[in-house]
C-alpha cells in the first residue's frame, strides 16, 4: 500500500512540474466556452491588472507572428447574444494601427475608439463611460502611435477647414508641454509629443468625467497609457 501510495504521489509531482506556472492573465483568459469569447462570469473575474498583461501577452504572440487560433464563426454566432469586452481602447484612426489585431484578441474582447491624434471629447468620454460602468471593462488604454499624422499636422498648424482646425487644436495643449523647436521633421520631437498627448488625453478623461475617475479611485478600472511602434509591432506603456 505504501509503494502505491509513493507512486501516485510521485506521479503528481511530476505532473505539476513538467507544466509551467499560470500567471492569472492566463488562468482567466480561458473563458470556459468553445468559442472563446469573453462572458459575463469571466469578466467580473478578471482584474484590470491582469487585462493589462493580457493585451501586452497579446502584442508579444502578435509580434512574434504566432497569434492565438480564433475561430471566427463561432465567436460571431456566440457575441450575437452578448458582449463582456475587458477593455477599452482609445486609439488613433491611423490604418496602420489595427487594434484588436496587434494586441490578438478576438471578437468581443475589447471596445475599440478611434479618432485621429487619439484624443477625447463628449462624445468619446460617453463611449468610454458606458464601457467601463454599464459594459463593465476593466482597463481604459489611450494608444498613440509612431510618426502620428494627426501630431504631425497639429506641429505644422495645418489648415484645413474649420472641423480639422478644431481636432488639431485638441493637440496643442501636448505640443505646448514639450520643450524644442516645433519641427515635424525631428523624429524625436514628434515621438516626445506624441507621447505627451498620450498623458494628456489620460489626464482630461480623470478630469472630465468623475465616473471614469471615480471607477479608477475604488479600484474597479486602470487608466494607463500606450506607444505603438511602426517598424516593430511593438507596443510600451507611457508613463
Do not use: W
Not at 496602420?96 to 478576438?106: I, T
Not at 485621429?116 to 471593462?137: F, K, R
Not at 498648424?157 to 519641427?183: C, Q, S, W
Amino acid at each position: 500500500m505504501k509503494k502505491k501510495t509513493s507512486v501516485i504521489v510521485l506521479l503528481m509531482f511530476v505532473a505539476f512540474t513538467a507544466f509551467p506556472a499560470f500567471s492569472q492573465a492566463q488562468m482567466l483568459a480561458s473563458k470556459g466556452n468553445d468559442s472563446g469569447v469573453m462572458t459575463k462570469d469571466s469578466q467580473a473575474k478578471l482584474t484590470p491588472d491582469a487585462v493589462l498583461e493580457d493585451l501586452m501577452e497579446g502584442n508579444k504572440r502578435f509580434t512574434a507572428n504566432r497569434p492565438d487560433k480564433i475561430d471566427m464563426p463561432a465567436q460571431v454566432k456566440a457575441t450575437s447574444k452578448g458582449q463582456y469586452p475587458k477593455a477599452v481602447i482609445l486609439s488613433c484612426i491611423d490604418s496602420r494601427v489595427p487594434v484588436e489585431m496587434l494586441f490578438d484578441q478576438g471578437i468581443g474582447d475589447v471596445f475599440v475608439a478611434r479618432v485621429a491624434g487619439n484624443t477625447e471629447d463628449e462624445s468619446i468620454l460617453g463611449s468610454m463611460e458606458y464601457a467601463t460602468a454599464v459594459a463593465g471593462s476593466k482597463l481604459v488604454m489611450v494608444l498613440g502611435h509612431e510618426a502620428c499624422g494627426a501630431v504631425k499636422s497639429a506641429i505644422d498648424e495645418f489648415e484645413a477647414g474649420d472641423n480639422v482646425a478644431h481636432l488639431l487644436g485638441t493637440i496643442e495643449p501636448a505640443i505646448d508641454k514639450v520643450k524644442g523647436d516645433r519641427d515635424s521633421s525631428n523624429k524625436e520631437y514628434v515621438e516626445e509629443v506624441i507621447k505627451v498627448n498620450v498623458q494628456e488625453t489620460i489626464d482630461d478623461i480623470r478630469e472630465r468625467s468623475p465616473i471614469i475617475a471615480g471607477l479608477e479611485k475604488e479600484g474597479k478600472i486602470k487608466i494607463v497609457g500606450a506607444y505603438y511602434d511602426l517598424h516593430t509591432g511593438a507596443v510600451s506603456l507611457v508613463d
